[in-house]
């Protein structure tokens, strides 16, 4: 069975535990830089992207995390994502530059900040997955607003990307862990 980590350092990584035990991976609790030599993949979940930011310097992970996304995939939700981007605006913030996107933090405004929603993926998705739409859980999201280079959309809301790929890497600015829904999860792990 493949190993997953997921980085809990902050945010909802116990929920991304549960989603990669029912997508058929063993999930793997990163605290620590050598963790990272014994995973196939990393997950970084949804949590506020400053505090894990800091968290990722003070405990001594942000370079190991750096190295391990220029060999290995990485899946992030919401702040995940914010940290994987290349550029991050409101406010600027560092990041790890693993995809070629572009987001903007809590972008939907705080009187709308989160919602569940149905949203209908490309049809790409659906050809890897199964069909059927899928559920979207958005909690302060920031929005995707710039996809360059090869990074490819697979699902949008409200005509933004909300899940992009690149190469071996994977985003989503909603939470697919809080879902019954694995395909997400499963698509992460068919790039292991
Ligand atoms: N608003 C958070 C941030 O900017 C992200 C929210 C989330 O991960 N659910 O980091």
Redo the contacts with the bound molecule.
């Keep these: 069975m493949k190993k997953v980590g997921v980085l809990s350092l902050q945010?909802d990584f116990a929920a991304h535990g549960a989603a990669l035990e029912r997508a058929g991976a063993e999930p793997v609790f990163v605290r620590d830089p050598h963790q990272f030599g014994q995973i196939d993949g990393l997950v970084i979940?949804?949590?506020?992207?400053?505090t894990?930011l800091k968290l990722l310097h003070y405990d001594g992970l942000a370079d190991a995390l750096a190295e391990f996304g220029r060999q290995k995939p990485v899946f992030g939700?919401?702040?995940?994502a914010?940290l994987m981007a290349r550029e991050v605006s409101s406010p600027e913030q560092e990041s790890f530059h693993m995809m070629d996107i572009g987001v903007e933090?809590?972008a939907y405004g705080r009187q709308i900040d989160s919602r569940v929603t149905e949203i209908e993926p490309e049809p790409e998705f659906l050809e890897r997955t199964a069909p059927g739409k899928l559920e979207a859980v958005f909690?302060?999201?920031?929005i995707i607003r710039r996809v360059s280079g090869d990074a490819k959309v697979l699902a949008r809301y409200h005509g933004d990307p909300v899940l992009v790929e690149q190469g071996r890497h994977l985003v989503a600015t909603f939470?697919p862990e809080l879902t019954a829904d694995s395909r997400v999860h499963e698509l992460f792990l068919e790039k292991l």
Excluded: F, L, Q, Y
Aim: with cysteine; proline share 10%.
């Design positions: 945010g979940p949804g949590g506020e992207s400053t894990m939700t919401c702040a995940g914010i933090r809590n909690i302060r999201a920031p939470h």
